[in-house]
């Protein structure tokens, strides 16, 4: 969540020097965890860290002298060597927490853009929320909405402009307030070609896309060849990772009709139903209390090696079954996602120290999901608690993934390295999947606050069954 921009007065030397920038860890909300490094030799620059979402610290060398402008950082000079030093562990914190609309116009215009484009539902739902609609997700109920433009200056938002579409383009005009709606009817040229001659009409020299289609690309080229198109999905990486006040009410909500259709799910599992009669009741409940959408995934059996031959969900659950049930669902435009596993009866010794020990490698686990904690650190964790039992090669996925609107970071996984900070909003589900066995599974949605994680989903981790 780092971006160092390096001005000097000669472009050869900006190359070079920022070509040498070290960076050791990721920073978020403005804090420095790590020391920085920057060859300088005689050349003047100034080197600018920001945050988008929090402030920026702006370190200027003059004179051999470095100043600190805008934080409460701390620099050095090495006498030895020509090197920039920080060793800042305070958080940059302004007096208020900039809105939604702020950051985005700060971030594009660090990428020398006045304009950015949403053509993803999340991003756009992320926009609109609060300015043009106390819930969009109402109003863009779907991925069909093609494209929200929205135009900066003076480092706030001063246009929106919605090309909706055919498919919901009365909505959007009736239910939008605050922005324009560039109507779409039968006879109307596509909202692709709206857009493309709205940009050319605007002249700017550059436009930032979260993504870019073939189609829209081409339609822009035909009518605006001078425009510069960029894919740049910053929203999602940096703008949305730190959750604010409004996506913590959204996960909470998504977090409670989570618990409420996981407990109704289970509290109806018992021999002789099936897993599609306990989902169903589930599903039911969940879609009473305001999911838009709703999946269960139930496996039953011995077979669940990673919801494989158990999956069927006609199969009827039988005493000492193992019972898997893992959930995504979307309430208000926000993900709930949960998973819980049990037996059914007394089960074999063996599923009970499965069970016991994935429920253990979720604790071990997400207690270590603090503000600093290295993701590749926390999923070993979970393998050394597998591997002495002979376990490790059956925990075939990620430990966690982001939350909010919709493929938000972090992600903890074998190969993916992450720091996480205060603001993140994560998965924590280690699973084990062992042929002939079962599978097991504890996910919890994870707040990562200043004292540690907190969780969002509160279904007892050995669910209730039905009597």
Not at 162 to 176: E, T, Y
């Amino acid at each position: 969540a780092l971006d160092v921009g390096v001005v000097s007065q000669h472009a050869h030397t900006t190359r070079i020097l920022s070509g040498e920038v070290v960076v050791d860890e990721c920073i978020h909300r403005c804090q420095i965890v790590a020391t920085y490094e920057v060859p300088i030799d005689d050349v003047s620059i100034e080197i600018e860290f920001v945050d988008f979402g929090f402030g920026h610290a702006r370190l200027r060398h003059a004179a051999g002298v470095y100043q600190v402008a805008q934080s409460n950082g701390t620099c050095e000079v090495s006498s030895t060597r020509s090197t920039l030093r920080t060793h800042d562990k305070k958080r940059l914190m302004p007096p208020s927490f900039p809105s939604r609309r702020q950051r985005l116009a700060a971030a594009a215009a660090m990428r020398g853009a006045e304009i950015f484009v949403a053509t993803q539902r999340p991003n756009q739902l992320y926009l609109l929320a609060g300015a043009q609609h106390e819930d969009p997700s109402c109003v863009i109920s779907r991925g069909t909405c093609v494209a929200i433009l929205f135009h900066h200056r003076g480092g706030e938002v001063a246009e929106t402009v919605v090309f909706p579409g055919i498919w919901i383009s009365n909505a959007c005009r009736d239910l939008l307030h605050d922005c324009e709606v560039v109507e779409n009817g039968l006879a109307d040229p596509t909202a692709e070609e709206q857009l493309a001659h709205r940009l050319a009409s605007m002249a700017p020299r550059r436009v930032l896309f979260d993504q870019l289609s073939d189609s829209l690309g081409q339609s822009i080229a035909k009518v605006a060849p001078s425009i510069e198109l960029v894919v740049d999905d910053f929203v999602t990486t940096l703008l949305r990772r730190c959750k604010d006040e409004a996506d913590l009410v959204g996960l909470k909500r998504a977090a409670q009709v989570a618990d409420l259709g996981m407990q109704t799910a289970f509290a109806n599992v018992r021999p002789g139903v099936s897993c599609a009669d306990a989902i169903a009741v589930g599903t039911a409940a969940m879609l009473a209390a305001g999911a838009e959408s709703v999946a269960m995934a139930p496996a039953s059996g011995i077979g669940t090696g990673y919801l494989d031959s158990g999956e069927d969900p006609r199969r009827r659950i039988e005493e000492g079954d193992m019972v898997f049930i893992d959930m995504g669902i979307w309430v208000h435009g926000y993900l709930g996602d949960m998973t819980r596993a049990a037996i059914v009866g007394t089960g074999s010794a063996e599923q009970q120290d499965l069970l016991a020990t994935v429920q253990e490698a979720y604790q071990r686990s997400s207690s270590l999901m603090v503000p600093g904690a290295r993701g590749e650190e926390i999923y070993q964790t979970v393998v050394d608690l597998y591997a002495p039992k002979g376990w490790a090669p059956y925990f075939v996925h990620h430990l966690s993934h982001g939350l909010g609107l919709g493929g938000d970071v972090p992600r903890v996984a074998a190969d993916h390295a992450e720091i996480l900070h205060v603001g993140d909003a994560l998965s924590c589900e280690p699973g084990c999947y062992i042929p002939g066995l079962g599978g097991a599974r504890v996910e919890n949605m994870i707040y990562v606050g200043d004292s540690g994680p907190v969780e969002l989903t509160t279904t007892p981790i050995n669910p209730e069954l039905a009597s």
